[in-house]
């Protein structure tokens, strides 16, 4: 099956730096997205990016399909910004999402 | 409001009972989730509906049944709990048809068994 790897697997940043957290992926996807996990559990979505760039505010997702990796930024970060990162992709056309170990954020203040 | 809900949100029990979860969406998908997160955070696929069809069961032991009354409900049975049981489970959906297939996930559930 496809594999999924996320770097850096922690970071420690202060409130207001900026950071940018790695996806690589070992096939063609049709599916990529990007996933907070708040330190309640919940997960949210953050990207829906399978090719291409978008940003969300303090966001941003790069994906470059051909070379197999995504990027996500977050700028200025702050303390609500600490949880876990995950990438999430699927290569079969049935959805089958396909997680990353995921990147533990935590912003200081 | 809530997209994806699920019930309930904590879950104790002993080992070998049998429990079940339920999960609905409101947002009009084709295709409804069942992930596990286990205690190191890894979460992976269990089983995937549309439209009330099975279409993907990740080699999951034969006490997990998912049940799907129609395609805003997925509900998992799960009979004989174990202790590696123990996890916090993730409904989710999304739309097959058409060009962007997001997924949306619930609140999870976490199933503790003693």
């Known amino acids: 099956g496809i594999q999924v790897e996320q770097s850096p697997p922690d970071l420690i940043l202060q409130e207001g730096a900026n950071s940018t957290l790695r996806c690589n992926f070992s096939?063609?996807?049709?599916?990529l997205q990007w996933f907070h996990q708040n330190p309640w559990g919940q997960l949210i979505n953050l990207f829906y990016i399978p090719s291409g760039t978008k940003q969300n505010g303090r966001l941003s997702a790069t994906t470059v399909a051909t070379e197999r990796y995504s990027l996500l930024y977050i700028s200025s970060s702050q303390t609500t910004d600490s949880g876990v990162y995950f990438c999430?992709?699927?290569?079969?056309?049935?959805?089958?999402?396909?997680f990353g170990t995921g990147t533990r954020l935590l912003v200081s203040p | 409001d809530t997209a994806v809900s699920q019930t309930p949100k904590y879950l104790v029990t002993q080992m070998g009972n049998d429990k079940s979860i339920k999960c609905e969406q409101n947002?009009?998908?084709?295709?409804m989730y069942w992930y596990k997160q286990d205690s190191k955070k890894f979460l992976k696929i269990m089983f995937s509906?549309?439209?009330?069809?099975?279409?993907i069961n990740e080699t999951v032991p034969n006490r997990f049944s998912p049940k799907s009354p129609d395609k805003a409900h997925l509900n998992l049975h799960i009979n004989s709990l174990e202790l590696g049981d123990s996890a916090v489970y993730f409904c989710?959906?999304?739309?097959?048809?058409?060009?962007?297939?997001?997924?949306?996930f619930g609140p999870g559930t976490r199933l503790t068994v003693l």
């Open positions: 509906y549309n439209n009330k069809e099975l279409i």
């Open positions: 999430a992709v699927d290569n079969t056309g049935f959805q089958k999402l396909v």
């Open positions: 947002l009009g998908h084709d295709t």
């Open positions: 096939d063609s996807v049709n599916n």
């Open positions: 989710a959906s999304s739309q097959i048809a058409g060009e962007f297939n997001e997924q949306f």
